[in-house]
């Protein structure tokens, strides 16, 4: 019974959170979420940055469609990582805020994600393989401790949840 009820709240959990991720995210101005953006981007990939591994992304631009949030936008490189909204990037890949949580924790391979149609890659895609790799390579341990844990607590009920539907 305690299972039954776990498992009916942690999918109703997952049911709501994005529409109240949406509103949250509708609040706040388009240029706040771009800084917060670029700042966290920026952390994420700070050894890539610092290796040259982004070359392939210099004077080229990235959409990011997290459809379930409602948030878009792009990433390229001229002189530093920039973000802005989301106007003619070369490629644009599109997923939902499960799906990411799982490629972030190393749950899921975007490969799997793709062929399922569960990340979709549109425009040069050359490019977007190469940022699909980056994505494969990117490491939790650049992030601030409280969100490794954060995304993999959320990677391990969204892995259970998975298993038991």
């Given at each position: 019974m305690a299972q039954a009820f776990t498992h009916q709240f942690s999918q109703h959990l997952l049911h709501i959170a994005p529409k109240v991720g949406r509103r949250s995210l509708n609040l706040m101005p388009d240029k706040l979420k771009m800084i917060a953006l670029n700042k966290l981007l920026n952390l994420v990939l700070t050894e890539q940055l610092k290796s040259d591994e982004?070359?392939?992304?210099?004077?080229?631009w990235v959409g990011i469609c997290i459809d379930d949030i409602g948030l878009h936008f792009e990433v390229g490189i001229e002189q530093e990582l920039r973000v802005r909204g989301l106007t003619q990037?070369?490629?644009?890949?599109?997923?939902?805020?499960?799906?990411?949580?799982?490629?972030a924790a190393g749950?899921?391979?975007?490969?799997t994600l793709f062929f399922q149609r569960k990340l979709r890659i549109e425009g040069d895609t050359e490019l977007g393989l190469e940022?699909?790799?980056?994505?494969?390579?990117?490491?939790?341990?650049?992030?601030?401790?409280?969100?490794?844990?954060?995304?993999e607590q959320m990677a391990k009920l969204l892995h259970a949840l998975q298993a038991k539907d």
């Open positions: 982004l070359h392939f992304l210099k004077q080229k990037p070369d490629v644009t890949l599109s997923a939902n805020v499960p799906e990411l949580i799982l490629v749950k899921e391979d975007p490969d940022v699909k790799n980056l994505l494969m390579s990117i490491e939790l341990d650049n992030l601030p401790k409280p969100a490794q844990v954060g995304i």
